[in-house]
């Protein structure tokens, strides 16, 4: 056994034998996996091999599509065989919000390059006769799915990795894990030691064990999932006597079940409630081929919804019942990249989809490791969109939720309730009382939009289908009534978020953003360190606030600040509270070792955003500072007192109207929230949500993290010429963002108008195509502009499309619409309202 590697992978399950097949095809031959057994012990052996390419997540999408793709041509390289069947996949809907669902992901599959059919009741029929299609509306196929054998194409990517230098060592067991001062991983194993460079995560089950070593709370934890094999059924048989082709995967996602052939019988595999997390504390040492007793009862509704569309289900005998353990995180989604506080450390964790995403995971790890950055946007599977909040309770609620909502209509304005509430401001209770309908982001609850008194719907009032997967809203406690009814069109809380953006633009509105991530920077080198990682010029004087972002090394955009400089080197920072976790380990491996002392301060303050025109009335009643214009201008901050309390009060926004965010100490929020909300009594002054926020930001063609701001985009496509400056002196990312910008920028970042629009708006990632059809871009944000009375949507086109007047179509579940390119910030495009 070697005692030196550049990588060593721990974990030969399909996602690590992926990983160190994708780092060989990148040229690095000096690499090992150590495996504690055989290769597929953990759960690849015993899983149903199903290659979904649906998947309403960009990151999960694009490596899904990689890898069934590489899957094709594994074969050819390695000479094994890897039981591919692309025999395509079928998902049935049977009520308007599922196929809203499908068209709306139609539109994100053709942004990234894959194939989506539509199919009527009778081609369904004529594909899987089988199959009853009473109660259908239709369905969607994917021509490109299908199915693998686990097992052997784990053995192939292991012979292509050997074939290229990888070295494999089976029944190895790590014992222990430690980094060196140097940075290097000393692995510690039953056979010996390997000192390497970089350290990748692949083990599956033994995830938690791993965390334990590492001394990282991963936050994944595994689920049981039950899946029936039946005997074979003399209708399949008689199929393949008659030379038919195989019937193809079929999900009946209202019933929360898939279904495919198998030696002539069936694979039926459903997605239920109650079904409880497994091996929190990581399985027994000697675990091998481990499964769990069967529980058929907790499954019986799912059998006798199969049985009902497929009626030989039901005729065929049980052959087998596995109930094994798949890795899940909060979301559902894997973990893929770069672990927080440690160096060189990669995690390729928590697959509930691992043969699907194993050769994508490991291609986009590889790209990283080897490159420095991923080759696309990963944000949707970052480790480090979790914090410490996501602890073994909460990992607990949040995965078993995450099980079994797979199947669930994935509504863009759905809030998942396990778990909840977690992180409060102190306000959270004073505006619960005033009506808000929260939604959360990183565990803290944020207020989407405040109902009227006593508004709501009895939940018998609400009629849906007898199926399953029914739920279109959060469930009702103590008898409360039903605010909020998700849906992909203008659902009920419209008008409402309406309204508040209305009083924000003719009065005032107070919005609580504690959620924000917050950051401190001081030391005698602050100023020159900032100077040297973001894009933007950082402010010079004591009092003045920025707007900057930190590019990667080929000219994307990573992060985003608000800079406001507090003392002669001291400076704080605000970011998006989705990213904390994600910006303070980038600002921590970026800072020096001297000279800089970083701070985490988001607990320490809360921030209430005050807006309106009448916003520096009110705030005037409060304090002694003079907020006129002459000495308060935009783009500053001042320490102000708040009647008995205090804050810095920072003249910035999202909402695009004169006013002030107010950071303050948290534990004076309800002192001020009481004094700001009495004091706007008079003016008007009510409460607002994210929601309505949101819709004025894109009025204002505001950016945001992960939609139109992305490590894909440079900085100067997605229009932040105003916040870049080559010409300051050197920076993250300069000159690969001069010479890019130089050879011709690949997109455009445009506001559209959308015409002719009724009960739907674009939401971000549908599909924009010129005049003739053609495929011309992708949205990234949308929504109705109530203060200027439109549809709008942001989006990256092709540049030859991205003149102002150009007349574009954009898909909106399934419908095109005519979109007219106009002048960015339709609303207040001279900022007079910001300035004034």
């Given at each position: 056994?070697?005692?030196?590697?550049?990588?060593?992978?721990?974990?030969?399950?399909?996602?690590?034998?992926?990983?160190?097949?994708?780092?060989?095809?990148?040229?690095?031959?000096?690499?090992?996996?150590?495996?504690?057994?055989?290769?597929?012990?953990?759960?690849?052996?015993?899983?149903?091999?199903?290659?979904?390419?649906?998947?309403?997540?960009?990151?999960?999408?694009k490596?899904?599509?990689?890898?069934?793709?590489?899957?094709?041509?594994?074969?050819?390289?390695?000479?094994?065989?890897?039981?591919?069947?692309?025999?395509?996949?079928?998902?049935?809907?049977?009520?308007?919000?599922?196929?809203d669902?499908?068209?709306?992901?139609?539109?994100?599959?053709?942004?990234?390059?894959v194939?989506?059919?539509?199919?009527?009741?009778?081609?369904?029929?004529e594909?899987w006769?089988?199959?009853?299609?009473?109660?259908?509306?239709?369905?969607?196929?994917?021509?490109?799915?299908?199915?693998?054998?686990?097992?052997?194409?784990?053995?192939?990517?292991?012979?292509?990795?050997?074939?290229?230098?990888?070295?494999?060592?089976?029944?190895?067991?790590?014992?222990?894990?430690?980094?060196k001062?140097?940075?290097?991983?000393?692995?510690?194993t039953?056979k010996?030691?390997?000192?390497?460079?970089?350290?990748?995560?692949?083990?599956?089950?033994?995830?938690?064990?791993?965390?334990?070593?590492l001394g990282?709370?991963?936050p994944?934890?595994?689920?049981?999932?039950?899946?029936?094999?039946?005997?074979?059924?003399?209708?399949i048989?008689?199929?393949?006597?008659?030379?038919?082709?195989?019937?193809?995967?079929?999900?009946?996602?209202?019933?929360?079940?898939?279904?495919?052939?198998?030696?002539?019988?069936?694979?039926?595999?459903?997605?239920?409630?109650?079904?409880?997390?497994?091996?929190?504390?990581?399985?027994?040492?000697?675990?091998?081929?481990?499964?769990?007793?069967?529980?058929?009862?907790?499954?019986?509704?799912?059998?006798?919804a199969?049985?009902?569309?497929?009626?030989?289900?039901?005729?065929?005998?049980?052959?087998?019942?596995?109930?094994?353990?798949?890795?899940?995180?909060?979301?559902?989604?894997?973990?893929?990249?770069?672990?927080?506080?440690?160096?060189?450390?990669?995690?390729?964790?928590?697959?509930?989809?691992?043969?699907?995403?194993?050769?994508?995971a490991?291609?986009?790890l590889?790209?990283?490791?080897?490159?420095?950055?991923?080759?696309?946007?990963?944000?949707?599977?970052?480790?480090?969109?979790?914090?410490?909040?996501?602890?073994?309770?909460?990992?607990?609620?949040?995965?078993?939720?995450?099980?079994?909502?797979?199947?669930?209509?994935?509504?863009?304005?759905?809030?998942?309730?396990?778990?909840?509430?977690?992180?409060?401001?102190?306000?959270y209770?004073?505006?619960?009382?005033?009506?808000?309908?929260?939604?959360?982001?990183?565990?803290?609850?944020?207020?989407?939009?405040?109902?009227p008194?006593?508004?709501?719907?009895?939940?018998?009032?609400?009629?849906?289908?007898?199926?399953?997967?029914?739920?279109n809203?959060?469930?009702?406690?103590?008898?409360?009534?039903?605010?909020?009814?998700?849906?992909?069109r203008?659902?009920?809380?419209?008008?409402?978020?309406?309204?508040?953006?209305?009083?924000?633009?003719?009065?005032?509105?107070?919005?609580?953003?504690?959620?924000?991530?917050?950051?401190?920077?001081?030391?005698?080198?602050?100023?020159?360190?900032?100077?040297?990682?973001?894009?933007?010029?950082?402010?010079?004087?004591?009092?003045?606030?920025?707007?900057?972002?930190?590019?990667?090394?080929?000219?994307?955009?990573?992060?985003?600040f608000?800079?406001?400089?507090?003392?002669?080197?001291s400076?704080?920072?605000?970011?998006?509270?989705?990213?904390?976790?994600?910006?303070?380990?980038?600002?921590?491996?970026?800072?020096?070792?001297?000279?800089?002392?970083?701070?985490?301060?988001?607990?320490?303050y809360?921030?209430?955003?005050?807006?309106?025109?009448?916003?520096?009335?009110?705030?005037?009643?409060?304090?002694?500072?003079?907020?006129?214009?002459d000495?308060?201008?935009?783009?500053?901050?001042?320490?102000?007192?708040?009647?008995?309390?205090q804050?810095?009060?920072?003249?910035?926004?999202?909402?695009?109207?004169?006013g002030?965010?107010?950071?303050?100490?948290?534990?004076?929020?309800?002192?001020?929230?009481?004094?700001?909300?009495?004091?706007?009594?008079?003016?008007?002054?009510?409460?607002?949500?994210?929601?309505?926020?949101?819709?004025?930001?894109?009025?204002?063609?505001?950016?945001l993290?992960?939609?139109?701001?992305?490590?894909e985009?440079?900085?100067?496509?997605?229009?932040?010429?105003?916040?870049?400056?080559?010409?300051?002196?050197?920076?993250?990312?300069?000159?690969?963002?001069?010479?890019?910008?130089?050879?011709?920028?690949?997109?455009?970042?445009?506001?559209?108008e959308?015409?002719?629009?009724?009960?739907?708006?674009?939401?971000?990632?549908e599909?924009?195509?010129?005049?003739?059809?053609?495929?011309?871009?992708?949205?990234?944000?949308?929504?109705?502009?109530?203060?200027?009375?439109?549809?709008?949507?942001?989006?990256?086109?092709?540049?030859?499309?991205?003149?102002?007047g150009?007349?574009?179509?954009?898909?909106?579940?399934?419908?095109?619409?005519?979109?007219?390119?106009?002048?960015?910030s339709p609303?207040?495009?001279?900022?007079?309202?910001?300035?004034a």
């Amino acid at each position: 056994m070697k005692s030196h590697a550049r990588v060593v992978v721990i974990g030969g399950g399909v996602v690590g034998v992926g990983t160190l097949h994708a780092l060989t095809k990148k040229g690095w031959n000096d690499v090992v996996l150590v495996e504690r057994n055989e290769l597929t012990s953990g759960s690849t052996w015993h899983a149903a091999g199903l290659l979904p390419l649906f998947n309403m997540s960009y990151s999960v999408g694009k490596i899904h599509q990689y890898s069934v793709d590489y899957y094709g041509g594994l074969e050819e390289e390695t000479g094994q065989h890897v039981g591919l069947r692309t025999v395509s996949n079928i998902r049935l809907a049977q009520t308007p919000d599922r196929w809203d669902e499908f068209m709306y992901y139609a539109g994100v599959a053709e942004t990234i390059g894959v194939n989506v059919n539509t199919l009527t009741p009778e081609q369904i029929r004529e594909i899987w006769p089988l199959c009853n299609t009473d109660g259908l509306l239709g369905a969607i196929q994917h021509p490109d799915d299908g199915y693998v054998q686990p097992a052997d194409l784990t053995q192939a990517m292991a012979a292509g990795a050997r074939a290229k230098g990888a070295e494999i060592y089976r029944n190895t067991r790590v014992i222990a894990i430690e980094q060196k001062a140097n940075d290097e991983w000393l692995v510690k194993t039953e056979k010996g030691d390997i000192t390497c460079e970089h350290l990748v995560t692949a083990t599956g089950n033994f995830v938690r064990q791993t965390g334990d070593m590492l001394g990282l709370d991963i936050p994944v934890i595994p689920v049981e999932h039950q899946y029936i094999v039946t005997e074979a059924h003399p209708a399949i048989k008689e199929r393949h006597a008659q030379g038919l082709p195989e019937m193809g995967v079929l999900r009946d996602a209202d019933s929360a079940w898939y279904m495919r052939e198998e030696a002539g019988g069936l694979i039926l595999g459903p997605y239920e409630p109650g079904a409880p997390c497994c091996y929190i504390d990581g399985p027994d040492d000697k675990a091998e081929y481990e499964l769990f007793q069967e529980d058929l009862d907790r499954i019986s509704p799912h059998i006798e919804a199969c049985i009902e569309r497929v009626p030989i289900f039901g005729e065929a005998g049980i052959k087998k019942v596995y109930n094994g353990a798949i890795c899940y995180t909060p979301d559902g989604s894997p973990i893929i990249g770069p672990a927080w506080g440690r160096k060189n450390l990669w995690l390729n964790e928590g697959h509930s989809f691992g043969v699907t995403a194993a050769g994508g995971a490991g291609w986009q790890l590889a790209e990283w490791i080897v490159e420095g950055e991923p080759s696309i946007d990963m944000i949707g599977v970052d480790p480090r969109r979790f914090g410490p909040y996501a602890s073994r309770g909460y990992l607990k609620c949040k995965n078993e939720e995450a099980y079994r909502n797979v199947f669930t209509p994935h509504y863009p304005d759905e809030e998942r309730f396990d778990a909840r509430p977690l992180k409060t401001s102190p306000c959270y209770y004073r505006m619960k009382a005033l009506g808000a309908v929260f939604g959360q982001v990183y565990g803290w609850e944020r207020p989407n939009w405040f109902a009227p008194d006593g508004y709501g719907f009895d939940p018998s009032e609400i009629e849906r289908p007898n199926i399953i997967t029914k739920e279109n809203h959060a469930p009702v406690v103590d008898g409360e009534k039903v605010k909020e009814l998700w849906s992909f069109r203008r659902s009920n809380y419209f008008e409402h978020v309406g309204n508040e953006v209305k009083n924000v633009a003719e009065n005032a509105g107070l919005l609580d953003m504690s959620a924000f991530a917050k950051y401190m920077v001081s030391g005698p080198n602050a100023a020159n360190w900032l100077d040297s990682i973001l894009a933007n010029r950082i402010p010079k004087t004591i009092g003045r606030v920025g707007l900057c972002h930190l590019l990667t090394a080929h000219g994307g955009v990573r992060s985003e600040f608000t800079v406001y400089k507090t003392g002669e080197e001291s400076f704080y920072l605000v970011g998006p509270g989705a990213f904390e976790r994600h910006d303070w380990d980038i600002l921590n491996k970026l800072a020096p070792d001297d000279g800089v002392k970083l701070e985490l301060i988001t607990t320490q303050y809360g921030v209430l955003v005050l807006a309106g025109p009448k916003s520096r009335d009110i705030l005037q009643k409060l304090t002694d500072t003079d907020l006129s214009n002459d000495h308060f201008k935009w783009l500053s901050g001042k320490f102000i007192n708040v009647g008995i309390a205090q804050a810095h009060a920072l003249r910035v926004n999202f909402v695009g109207e004169l006013g002030w965010e107010l950071h303050h100490p948290i534990e004076m929020q309800n002192t001020i929230f009481d004094l700001v909300m009495d004091a706007g009594a008079e003016f008007g002054l009510k409460p607002f949500g994210i929601r309505a926020m949101t819709l004025m930001a894109i009025e204002k063609s505001y950016r945001l993290i992960g939609r139109e701001l992305s490590i894909e985009y440079s900085a100067f496509e997605s229009g932040l010429d105003r916040f870049v400056h080559p010409n300051k002196g050197q920076f993250i990312g300069r000159d690969a963002l001069v010479k890019r910008h130089g050879a011709g920028d690949a997109w455009k970042y445009v506001t559209l108008e959308v015409h002719d629009i009724k009960d739907v708006d674009a939401r971000g990632s549908e599909a924009i195509y010129d005049m003739d059809g053609k495929l011309a871009g992708r949205a990234t944000s949308g929504g109705y502009g109530w203060r200027v009375g439109k549809s709008l949507a942001l989006a990256m086109v092709q540049p030859e499309h991205g003149a102002v007047g150009n007349n574009l179509q954009i898909k909106l579940l399934g419908d095109l619409y005519k979109a007219t390119i106009i002048e960015e910030s339709p609303y207040d495009p001279d900022n007079e309202r910001l300035r004034a």
